[in-house]
């Protein structure tokens, strides 16, 4: 909000870092014309979106720094989410006011960067406590250079696309090294979207004999399974009724300790790959376990990015990925329907619900608090 010539109240929704289930909204004034004068750019967030991945960044916002893309005050933090927005003041050359921008950002109406390495397709923040910190989080697109960019896309694009190009790698690993000897793989919290993304990816990739089958809670069983996208469907209280002589990977978005214990009890050393790549179930996360069967990794998706550059060359993987994201997108319009979310109180709202997995899982909350 303008409050007076080129003087901007913007709002930052906060979380206290040892209880996520506190906030508050922090207002602050922002002079425009002073930001261009020190040769930075105001982006006005339009809107950005908000799932689980975002809440396991507060989850692991010490122990991986996610706190410090978005400095707080003592003891707040800025949980980090994918959105779009409007460069509403520039002192940047080549970066004018009125161009929009994909990428990183708080949970708030404005951010402030000290735009560097300017091309036509991005540029770098380079604000100092950025520094050291993952370079694909400090990048931001121009999406007028982006031939991919839809307009009528856009909430498609920050609900999924940061997720399901990890679904995409995660999939390409497992066929790289022949699913490990797996003849089925498990997808632990089948409902979400990194999930139905990583079982559309499995599908494409039509491995013959090869079985995929989806973990879910009994509340978001008939979901699941109306996506159509996994070839069983089995809630967390029957993985006892799954054959144990058949040898598994699983790749589990849940994290959860009593989930990952059972399935390892279960399956015993028939567990032949054990994948961790998320915490849904952020309240009950794993540490180190002793378990039988194959040791859990955690799955690194720059590690897989450098190797098929490698394999592939340049460009190579992006037009891989580009045809999986064209099929996602197709398939999230009938499993999706975003809903867009305005105003401090109901951010709050949509936040809280998010927190508890309260949101239903056909669900994709696009949030602005401008
Ligand atoms: N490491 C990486 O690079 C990377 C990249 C992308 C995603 N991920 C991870 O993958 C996971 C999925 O993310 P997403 O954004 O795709 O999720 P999402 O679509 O928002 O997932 C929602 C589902 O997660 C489960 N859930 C959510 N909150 C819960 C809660 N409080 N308690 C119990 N279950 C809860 C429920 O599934 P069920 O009922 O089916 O369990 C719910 O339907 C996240 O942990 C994310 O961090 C990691």
């Known amino acids: 909000m303008v409050t007076a010539a080129g003087t901007i109240d913007a709002a930052s929704f906060e979380v206290r870092r040892d209880d996520l289930r506190q906030t508050r909204v922090v207002h602050e004034t922002m002079d425009a014309e002073a930001v261009a004068a020190a ?33 707080a005050a003592e003891g707040h933090g800025r949980i980090p989410v994918w959105g779009f927005a409007t460069v509403e003041a520039s002192g940047v050359e080549g970066l004018p006011v009125g161009e929009r921008i994909y990428g990183y950002f708080p949970m708030a109406s404005h951010l402030v960067v000290e735009p560097t390495r300017v091309s036509e397709r991005r540029f770098v923040d380079g604000a100092a406590h950025r520094k050291g910190l993952p370079a694909v989080y400090n990048s931001y697109e121009r999406v007028a250079a982006d031939p991919g960019y839809r307009a009528d896309r856009e909430a498609a694009q920050m609900i999924l696309k940061p997720l399901v190009l990890t679904s995409f790698l995660i999939a390409d690993f497992l066929q790289d ?59 967390y209280d029957a993985i006892a009724s799954l054959d144990a002589t058949v040898p598994t990977a699983y790749v589990d978005m849940a994290g959860s300790a009593e989930l990952i214990t059972a399935l390892h009890r279960h399956f015993r050393d028939n567990i032949v790959y054990a994948c961790r790549v998320g915490g849904t179930h952020w309240q009950d996360l794993a540490g180190r376990l002793d378990l039988p ?78």
């Open 293 to 370: 069967g194959a040791r859990p990794k955690f799955f690194f998706a720059p590690d897989q990015i450098a190797k098929r550059h490698g394999d592939w060359g340049p460009g190579g993987l992006e037009e891989r990925f580009a045809g999986a994201w064209a099929d996602i997108l197709a398939s999230a319009d009938r499993w999706m329907t975003v809903r867009q979310v305005e105003g401090e109180a109901a951010v709050g709202a949509a936040y809280r619900q998010t927190l508890e997995g309260a949101v239903a899982p056909d669900t994709g909350l696009v949030l602005s608090l401008r």
């Open 177 to 235: 090294n022949g699913f490990f000897g797996a003849r089925q793989v498990l997808v632990v919290s089948a409902s979400s979207k990194t999930s139905l993304g990583l079982a559309l990816c499995l599908r494409r990739l039509g491995v013959p004999g090869l079985s995929v089958v989806g973990l879910t809670s009994k509340g978001n069983r008939g979901f699941v399974e109306g996506t159509g996208l996994y070839d069983q469907v089995v809630t």
């Open 39 to 71: 040769g930075k750019a105001l982006l006005a967030i339009d809107h950005f979106a908000l799932t689980a991945n975002n809440i396991t960044y507060a989850a692991f916002g010490d122990q991986m720094s996610y706190w410090n893309f978005f400095p």
